[in-house]
C-alpha cells in the first residue's frame, strides 16, 4: 500500500460537502495523525451545472457512480447521496470490487444493515456507518468498541433533531404543534414532508441499529413499536411539567433475558433525568451496562459539518485498520436469537390527559375504567376547561402496557379526548 488514500464520494450534498470540506481543511492533521494522505479523487453527483458550496478544486466531478466504483485507485467508497435501492446497488458492488465502504444512510443500513455487513466480511473490507446515528455523536464506535467489554441492557435516546425541536419550543414558547412544525420547516430542520420525522419513523430506524450493535441481533424495523409527536398537544407538555417531568420523543431497546422491547413514543421523563435537559436539535443516546452502569452520548444529530465529522472518522478508522485481518470485526458476529416482550411483560407508570362532558358521574365511569383493570391510580387531578367539559390528568402506578391499553379502550367509551404518554421511571436519584 502507498502512503495515499483515494476516496470517492457519492454525493455532494449536505453531508458530502462536509465529507469534502473536512478532508481539506484538515489534510496535513489527518496525514500527521494516521500516516497516510486521505485524498479526495471523485465526486458524483446529479447536477453538474449545480453551484457547490465546497471547494472541489483538484476533484473530478462526474454524473456516473461507475467512475467511482471501477475505478482501481479509490480505497473507500462514501455513500451519502441517500435513499435505499440505488444506494444499497453502488454498496454492494463497491464491496465487491474490494473497495471499503463509509455511508451515513440510516434508512439503508436499517433494512439492508445485516447483509452488507456479510458481504463486507465475505469480501474482506470495512463497512463502517457511524453517520447514520445521531450525526456527530460517537455512539455507534461507543457501543462497539468502548463497551464492547460489557453486558449492554439498555439503549435509549433522543436520536432525532425536528421531533427534539419541536418539543422544546412547544414547551418553553408553549407553541402548538403547527407553530413548532412551521418554525422548524423554516429553519430547515424539517422537510416539507416531515412524515418521517414527526410519525418517528427516523428514529425507529436509529433504534434498530443501535439494537442490532448493543444487543449483537438482527432484529427487523417491523420489530419496533412506533408512534410520533403528531397528537401531541402544548397542554400535555404543560400538565406533565406541572407533574415534574418533561416531554421527549425517545426511542429505547431494552434487554431482558433474551426478550426485548424496541420502541419510539412521545415519553415522559423526571426532569431531573439527564436527557430532560436535552434541547433543540440536539441528540443524546443514554446506555445502561451491567458494568459501566450509565453513560451518555451527547452532541448535535445532524447538520454538515457534525455528520461530516463521523464520517471522516470513520474513514480514518478503516485506514488504520487496512492492514488488519478480519477488518469487519462486527459482521463476524453471530447474531444472538432474540424474542420481544409481550405486552403482558412491558411495564410501566403512565401519563393521561382526560376531556370529559362536565357532568356529575362523569369522573367515576373514568375511575370504574381503571379499577376493573386492576390499575392503580398514585394521582388524580380534575380542572374545569370550560362551560361543558373538564379535564382529568391521571398518572397511574405500575402497570402492564396490556392492562393500560385495555384501560384505554374502555375510557375512549366515555371521554372526549385522551392523550396518554409512556413515563420513564426514576433509576436513580440524578443531581
Known sequence: MNNVINVGVLGLGTVGSGVVHILKEHYKKIALDIGYEVKVKTVVVRDLEKERDVCIDGIAVTSHADEVLNDSNIDIVVEVMGGIEEA??????ALRNKKHV??????LMAVYGAE???LANDNDCDLCYEASVAGGIPVLRGLTDGLASDQIEKIMGIVNGTTNYMLTKMSQNGWSYEEALQEAQKLGFAESDPTADVDGLDAARKVAILANLGFSMNVSLDDVQVRGI????KEDLQMAEKLGFTMKLIGKAEKQGPAIHLSVEPTLLPSQHPLSNVNNEFNAVYVHGQAVGEVMFYGPGAGKLPTGSAVVSDIISIVKNMNQVPK???ALKEPVPYELQGDEEVV????????LQDEPGMLQKVTECFVNYSVSLKEVIQLPLNRELAEVVVVTHRTSKYQFERVLEAIEAVASEINSYYIIEEE???V
Open 88 to 93: 444499497k446497488q453502488h454498496i454492494v458492488k
Open 102 to 107: 463509509v455511508t451515513a444512510n440510516k434508512d
Open 116 to 118: 452488507l455487513l456479510q
Open 230 to 233: 403528531r397528537k401531541v398537544e
Open 328 to 330: 469487519n470485526k462486527s
Open 348 to 355: 410501566s407508570k403512565y401519563f393521561l390527559r382526560i376531556s
Open 428 to 430: 436513580k436519584q440524578y
